[in-house]
């Protein structure tokens, strides 16, 4: 049996996305920006569902930093001009919110 397990921090890029499907499951969409070595940055797609997507819609926004565990996934589709697409991303099983970084007050 194959392992297929990822642990991440990051930082949003953008405010999360937040959708319901038609069953009424909360899916939240969001990029990651993860810092690594060299300063090379790496941006991944996550989505969360459930209570963990609204909570992260909710309270977080561009710049906070998250962490995340989860697991690979990918899709492929094809597009009305029949172009084919391949995304890979990670799918969240738990996302926790990591302090703010506290801002010098304006004086």
């Given at each position: 049996?194959?392992?297929?397990?990822?642990?991440?921090t990051?930082?949003?890029?953008?405010?999360p996305?937040?959708?319901?499907?038609?069953?009424?499951?909360?899916?939240?969409?969001?990029r990651?920006?993860?810092g690594?070595?060299n300063d090379r940055?790496?941006?991944?797609?996550?989505?969360?569902?459930?209570?963990?997507?609204?909570?992260?819609?909710?309270?977080k926004s561009?710049?906070d930093?998250?962490?995340?565990t989860?697991?690979?996934t990918?899709?492929d589709?094809?597009?009305?001009?029949?172009?084919?697409?391949?995304?890979?991303g990670?799918?969240?099983?738990?996302?926790?919110?990591?302090?703010?970084?506290?801002?010098?007050a304006?004086?």
């Amino acid at each position: 049996m194959d392992i297929n397990s990822v642990n991440v921090t990051g930082r949003l890029t953008a405010d999360p996305q937040l959708r319901y499907t038609n069953d009424h499951t909360a899916a939240a969409s969001f990029r990651l920006a993860i810092g690594g070595r060299n300063d090379r940055t790496d941006f991944v797609g996550v989505t969360a569902w459930g209570k963990p997507a609204e909570a992260v819609a909710e309270h977080k926004s561009k710049g906070d930093q998250i962490a995340v565990t989860g697991r690979i996934t990918s899709s492929d589709w094809t597009d009305d001009r029949g172009q084919r697409h391949y995304r890979t991303g990670i799918t969240a099983e738990l996302v926790v919110f990591l302090a703010r970084v506290k801002q010098p007050a304006a004086s």
